[in-house]
Nanobody
Framework: QVQLVESGGGLVQAGGSLRLSCAAS????????KGWFRQAPGAEREFVAF????????SYVDSVKGRFTISRDNAKNTVYLQMNSLKPEDTAVYYC?????????????????WGQGTQVTVSS
């Protein structure tokens, strides 16, 4: 059984930084593309970032470009989201997800497995 577990969330002031981690179980999970999504209070879950299983291809939602960086360490079965210059609008529960489909994946339906989420709160 494959599992994804997020960590690294917390409370920071605007302009600060956080690094989220997502640890995955299962040796074959290395060959999955992975993404980060977020869900703010009263809003729908939205795409944030994607990285291919090789780590070569990445994609971001426009609102985080230049501030967030997704990366992965396949030896550790872990994907990261480095978040800099955080804004109050970034406040949300952040979820990591894994997909077996090929391509650049930006939609919830394209992902097969999900973590439980980690809270990120940015104060002003």
């Amino acid at each position: 059984q494959v599992q994804l577990v997020e960590s690294g969330g917390g409370l920071v002031q605007a302009g600060g930084s956080l690094r989220l981690s997502c640890a995955a179980s299962g040796r074959t999970f290395t060959r999955y593309g992975k993404g980060w999504f977020r869900q703010a209070p009263g809003a729908e879950r939205e795409f944030v970032a994607f990285i291919s299983w090789t780590g070569v291809t990445t994609s971001y939602v426009d609102s985080v470009k230049g501030r967030f960086t997704i990366s992965r360490d396949n030896a550790k079965n872990t994907v990261y989201l480095q978040m800099n210059s955080l804004k109050p609008e970034d406040t949300a529960v952040y979820y990591c997800a894994a997909a077996s489909s090929f391509g650049i994946l930006r939609h919830r339906a394209e992902y097969d497995y999900w973590g439980q989420g980690t809270q990120v709160t940015v104060s002003s």
